[in-house]
């Protein structure tokens, strides 16, 4: 017996319910319900229902249902689930980092993002969030404090870095601090001379 012509649209829906806040679903996860081409047309009719985001090619996202209607989910929550299903480490941008550490007052204006995977540009609804390449020394410690420490010291750069690095130390936890000097080998050689001299000083 044929599929009733709604099917895949309910199905995709169906699923796409079943998601977290953040969770994404592809086209590819669908084929067995139908061609490339039906599904790809099944997906656009959904997001244009308002059921789904596009958020790049071939990703899709649910939106959020609240009492106050819909939302597109936060970008941190879309960006981890990303970065699992790829293999990347996404963390924040430096300027965030350097906010967050205290390092800074300047509270960026856009969602921008640093990732070991390609540069890319999400947007979903009036949301929009900047995937940047970052080389692997700016994410080889990941989320956690010390990871951050870099990115915002890279950010601030060599003007600020001694002043920062006064900060960093008294605020990280000791066993930050020393994943920070244990890092020294891969940092440019500004940063690792300043982490240095810094943590000489006890």
């Known amino acids: 017996m044929a599929p009733r012509p709604n ?3 309910e199905a995709i829906l169906r699923h796409a319910q079943t998601l977290p806040e953040g969770g994404v679903l592809s086209p590819k996860e669908f084929l067995h319900l139908g061609s490339r081409y039906a599904v790809d047309q099944a997906m656009s009719r959904v997001a244009k229902a308002g059921k789904l985001l596009r958020v790049a090619r071939g990703i899709y996202t649910p939106p959020v249902e609240s009492r106050f209607g819909t939302r597109p989910p936060a970008p941190w929550k879309l960006v981890e689930t990303l970065a699992r299903q790829n293999g990347e480490v996404i963390a924040p941008h430096g300027a965030s980092a350097a906010n967050v550490l205290g390092l800074t007052a300047q509270v960026p204006i856009r969602e ?8 890319r540009k999400l ?3 009036r949301a929009e969030v900047v995937l940047r390449h970052a080389p692997r020394w700016m994410m080889a410690l ?6 951050a420490a870099i990115r915002a010291l890279k950010w601030l750069g060599p003007l600020h870095v001694e002043r920062s ?3 960093l130390h008294r605020k990280l936890p000791e066993s930050e601090w020393q994943a920070l000097v244990g890092q020294r080998a891969t ?3 500004w940063m690792a001379e300043a ?3 810094q943590s000489a000083h006890g």
């Open 187 to 189: 940092l440019p050689t």
């Open 165 to 167: 690095l006064a900060t």
């Open 142 to 147: 990941g989320q956690r404090p010390a990871g």
């Open 7 to 9: 099917s895949l649209p």
């Open 123 to 125: 947007t979903f609804g």
């Open 195 to 197: 982490i240095s001299r």
């Open 112 to 119: 921008v993002y640093l990732t070991t995977g390609p540069n």
